[in-house]
T-cell receptor, first 117, second 106 residues
Framework: KAGVTQTPRYLIKTRGQQVTLSCSPISGHRSVSWYQQTPGQGLQFLFEYFSETQRNKGNFPGRFSGRQFSNSRSEMNVSTLELGDSALYLC????????????????FGPGTRLTVT | DAKTTQPNSMESNEEEPVHLPCNHSTISGTDYIHWYRQLPSQGPEYVIHGLTSNVNNRMASLAIAEDRKSSTLILHRATLRDAAVYYCIPGNQFYFGTGTSLTVIP
């Protein structure tokens, strides 16, 4: 079974631009989560999607948004890029959404390395 | 969310067992305990998870204290490939903390 795939793997953008990142979950997985990883802040949760609905959201500004399609594939968008948005963006998929106890494990993709200049 | 405490770093000799501790004293009764690891330049990788009793899989064993306030991830024979940051996540599995950086010495 193929793992989580993310495209593109590397991206260079300029301040003020916007970017869209894509994630294809493991076949049969219905929940997709997004994370930002930077050396200073570590791995930070952005949002979780299930059945095309955002179920959980981390503490990020509204410039960060996402969506999920009916086939469970997901995209995240960052508008008006800032230098501080340079990071590794990770997508994870899970069979079911987080259920307040955390009984389902997540499987991560390789990430998209975004550099903002 | 349960407060988690892990050592910042640990070292182990290759082919020896490694016990990675985690304290999660505020865990609730229904929270699963997940462990993930992240190898350099890769996304995190699921290792194991459990609720109350000890769990084993092909990668590792998870020993959960009877009061569930702590757990230990056990790598039975450390290899160089096990050098990674190990995250213990009780409950809300979206919050990874800083983890334990494991160095394996050849």
């Amino acid at each position: 079974k193929a793992g989580v795939t993310q495209t593109p793997r590397y991206l260079i953008k300029t301040r003020g631009q916007q970017v869209t990142l894509s994630c294809s979950p493991i076949s049969g997985h219905r929940s997709v989560s997004w994370y930002q990883q930077t050396p200073g802040q570590g791995l930070q949760f952005l949002f979780e999607y299930f059945s095309e609905t955002q179920r959980n959201k981390g503490n990020f500004p509204g410039r960060f948004s996402g969506r999920q399609f009916s086939n469970s594939r997901s995209e995240m968008n960052v508008s008006t890029l800032e230098l501080g948005d340079s990071a590794l963006y990770l997508c994870a998929s899970s069979l079911e959404p987080w259920d307040h106890s955390g009984s389902y494990e997540q499987y991560f993709g390789p990430g998209t390395r975004l550099t903002v200049t | 969310d349960a407060k988690t405490t892990q050592p910042n770093s640990m070292e182990s000799n290759e082919e020896e067992p490694v016990h990675l501790p985690c304290n999660h004293s505020t865990i609730s009764g229904t929270d699963y305990i997940h462990w993930y690891r992240q190898l350099p330049s890769q996304g995190p990788e699921y290792v194991i998870h459990g609720l109350t009793s000890n769990v084993n899989n092909r990668m590792a064993s998870l020993a959960i204290a009877e009061d569930r306030k702590s757990s230990t991830l056990i790598l039975h024979r450390a290899t160089l490939r096990d050098a990674a940051v190990y995250y213990c996540i009780p409950g809300n599995q979206f919050y990874f903390g800083t983890g334990t950086s494991l160095t394996v010495i050849p």
